[in-house]
């Protein structure tokens, strides 16, 4: 980070130089570089190497502290010479011993002296830490040139031992953060930082001091690491994705995090005013936010391979990436999303966040990694996004329409200035109301939302022509369950099927126009701009293709399993038979209403058969055939539908697989005793006979009927993507009676009304009667 200004005292005072001489140091009067004129010593302007911070300093010094982070730079790399044998686990294993050995033979304490200066001496210079557990291999992007399962190996062994061991290494580490002695800009170089982040002891927070002690060594790290050229950073990004076990990659996740709570935890107990202020300027916290993205860089590697054999830039419209692991077919994501998230982070003013990043402040703002922002706090920025547009589209409405009726009173010879607005007027100015027959849902909702598409940020109501019924929120949660139904079933012919897999994708050969593509972009992206759930069986690859972001052969595996298993076995396949074996060409298919229409990948692809030689070729062509060009023309008209209604920035905070949580709600196993837990109730408590019937009931049904009753209540058969503990539950009783009426509900506000109904039986034979034959305000 780049400080705001820069000290004209940066160089550093009384420390010795390489040759061992002390620098002198100007006047603290002194602020310009006349004053040095007469001693030669013009001031310079450069950066610190570490922080990158602007500062000024002598021409004629040779070593300075930065005053940002405190590291000391040395202009001229200190001496450091590799030792001839770095450190390695056979010469602790064997220190070791020989402690176990001697006391054995004393019958005394056990003495670790030796091993603590073998540490020492091996560990006491940047050179020779860097080459420590060395491999031999070469440094690639796949190896770091460490052995990393010796430096685990030995740091186990070491961690158990007595705190002078502990402090061997851990103040080798702090002197050489202080000082590196050198610009760290080489591959070579970053052994160093790959052995650090090894270092069991740097998440030991036992006492306040070693907590605070740790907590200094961390932040020196961060800085260091997140001011690396861009370069070295892919390196590193590399091999945290390479050289990491599943579980090691979340422990370094959660080593980020927990620097991240620390720091803003301190400022929470310090200040609880103008916090985002403070942060804002707190360069270690975004330090740690850059480290950060290296890890989730690593954690979706292959978002990163969109280079050409010519290493130029593909575009992602025709592109899809192919594993070169032996399962094409395996997930490239190693841990979840939520993995991320910092719960501290939820607690800032994120409105306030959110509006300093969209403004392009040159501030730090968590909505640059919005990683480390909960779903459920991204929602809440969706959420004040959402309103603070619709009031801005509310006051524009209400504007014109003014400005119309001055107009009317003015081509009728009235008074212009005393032009009101009716009740009824103010009511549905920040409204967007259709109305439409469930008969002929698509088209006359297809007809209205273009002709309101300038209304489509308002708040959304459904009237349901010949029916009673004000929409608080559950006619609108209808209208979108029967749409999406409709649009997306089989024999509608828009979308495509999969039995195996339950989703389904564009048909390339649908005979609907285009605009109903349009209509289904549009209805998503009005479901997410209305906290809506979607019963929605389209995989995760639309949502990364909504958010630019490449489609990989694992996301046809998604939709597409058994042409992804085939894919799988021909690439495995590694015999020279494969014209032979395969019989295929390079040719892509697909089924128009019950006959086959092949299409060729690349010309003259039907008389060019696929060989071992090309067959990786054939695979990338065939999965971007089916995911991109054969439904082109389909999804850039459903793109161009969804970005009309959610076209505001809060929408890039969100990763794909986010959207989809999003849209979709949680797909988990219903928790009915958690249900059960947030359930609020009128006219019943929790021990009434017909609420304990009602919840074992609940229990009871399988699945399907379970999701059924769910949808019955609250329209929709999934909870929200924040979880169920956010999901409004209400039971009421509608009498003290029995009844042989069926129960009702209130989908506005997920309430079930239950009768006073004797037996258990009773009750289960209403309710699946209701929940299964109900449809709108009436029984189907």
Not at 440 to 450: C, R
Request: net charge negative; with cysteine; aromatic share 10%.
């Amino acid at each position: 980070m780049t400080s705001q200004g820069y000290s004209p005292y940066a160089y550093l005072s009384g420390t010795q130089s390489q040759q061992h001489t002390q620098p002198s140091r100007p006047s603290s009067s002194s602020s310009s570089s006349a004053a040095y004129e007469p001693q030669g010593n013009h001031l310079i302007i450069g950066k610190c190497m570490y922080c990158k911070s602007q500062l000024c300093y002598p021409q004629s010094v040779k070593v300075f502290q930065c005053v940002t982070c405190d590291t000391i730079n040395d202009l001229i790399p200190a001496p450091g010479a590799v030792p001839q044998e770095p450190l390695t686990l056979q010469q602790i294993e064997k220190e070791i011993e020989l402690a176990h050995a001697k006391q054995r033979e004393t019958g005394g304490d056990m003495d670790y002296g030796d091993l603590e200066a073998l540490l020492r001496d091996k560990l006491k210079k940047f050179a020779a830490f860097n080459a420590s557990f060395s491999s031999g291999r070469a440094i690639t992007h796949e190896h770091c040139g460490v052995n990393l399962d010796d430096a685990r190996k030995a740091f186990t062994m070491l961690v158990a031992m007595p705190a002078q061991i502990a402090l061997a290494v851990m103040t080798s580490v702090e002197a050489i953060l202080k000082r590196p002695g050198k610009e760290i800009k080489e591959k070579e170089d970053l052994r160093f930082i790959m052995l650090v982040f090894e270092c069991p002891w740097l998440s030991r927070h036992r006492t306040p001091q070693e907590s605070e002690y740790h907590h200094n060594i961390t932040k020196r790290l961060f800085t260091i690491v997140s001011n690396l050229p861009s370069e070295l950073h892919k390196y590193l990004s590399s091999w945290f994705a390479n050289c990491m076990t599943t579980q090691t990659f979340h422990h370094r996740i959660n080593f980020v995090n927990k620097f991240i709570t620390q720091r803003l935890s301190n400022q929470q107990k310090s200040s609880d005013r103008n916090q985002h202020i403070i942060y804002q300027s707190d360069a270690r916290i975004q330090a740690a936010a850059r480290v950060m993205h290296l890890f989730f860089k690593a954690n979706h590697s292959n978002e990163k391979e969109l280079l050409d054999a010519a290493g130029k830039n593909r575009s992602i419209k025709d592109i899809v990436l192919v594993s070169n692991a032996r399962d094409v077919a395996t997930k490239s994501q190693r841990i979840p999303i939520d993995e991320y998230y910092n719960m501290i982070v939820d607690l800032i003013d994120l409105p306030a966040d959110f509006c300093a990043w969209e403004s392009r402040s040159a501030m730090f703002t968590f909505c640059q990694y919005p990683f480390l922002i909960s779903m459920g706090a991204k929602m809440q920025i969706m959420a004040w996004d959402a309103k603070r547009r619709m009031e801005i589209k509310m006051q524009k409405t209400i504007e014109n329409l003014l400005a119309e009726k001055r107009q009317r009173a003015a081509e009728s010879g009235g008074e212009t200035s005393i032009a009101l607005l009716t009740q009824a007027e103010l009511q549905h100015a920040p409204l967007l109301i259709l109305k439409v027959h469930r008969s002929n849902l698509i088209e006359e909702s297809l007809t209205q939302l273009s002709r309101n598409e300038m209304d489509l940020d308002k708040s959304l109501r459904i009237e349901f022509i010949g029916e009673d019924g004000v929409d608080a929120g559950g006619l609108r949660k209808e209208w979108f369950l029967l749409l999406v139904r409709q649009l997306f079933d089989p024999q509608y012919g828009m979308f495509i099927y999969d039995d195996k897999s339950s989703h389904c994708w564009f048909n390339p050969a649908s005979f609907e126009s285009l605009d109903q593509f349009y209509l289904v972009g549009v209805v998503i992206g009005l479901a997410i701009y209305n906290s809506t759930i979607l019963d929605l069986p389209l995989p995760l690859a639309g949502y990364k293709k909504l958010l630019n972001t490449p489609v990989a052969l694992e996301d046809l595996a998604t939709f597409r399993p058994d042409l992804a298993r085939g894919f799988d076995q021909l690439l495995n396949y590694e015999e020279d038979d494969v014209e032979d074996v395969f019989c295929l060409n390079f040719v892509g298919v697909y089924e128009a209403f019950g006959e086959n229409i092949e299409v060729p990948l690349i010309p003259n692809g039907e008389n060019i058969p696929v060989t071992n030689e090309n067959k990786r070729e054939y695979v990338e062509r065939y999965a971007n055939f089916v995911m991109n060009s054969s439904i082109s023309d389909q999804f850039e008209w459903f793109r161009r539908g969804f970005y009309l209604v959610c076209s505001g920035h809060a929408l890039s905070l969100f990763r794909p697989e986010e959207i989809e949580f999003l849209v979709r709600g949680s797909a988990e196993p219903l928790d009915i005793d958690q249900l059960r837990s947030v359930t609020q109730y009128e006219g019943f408590n929790d021990d009434h006979d017909v609420i304990r019937n009602f919840w074992s009931i609940f229990k009871e049904f399988e699945d399907k009927d379970q999701r059924r009753l769910l949808q019955f209540i609250t329209a929709s058969d999934r909870y929200p993507a924040t979880g169920i503990a956010n999901l409004s539950f209400k039971i009421t009783c509608m009498g003290s009676h029995d009844s042989n009426r069926y129960p009702t509900t209130h989908t506005c506000f997920n309430q079930l009304c239950l009768y006073n109904y004797k037996g258990r039986e009773k009750l289960k034979n209403m309710l699946l009667r209701a929940m299964n034959e109900s449809e709108g305000f009436g029984v189907k």
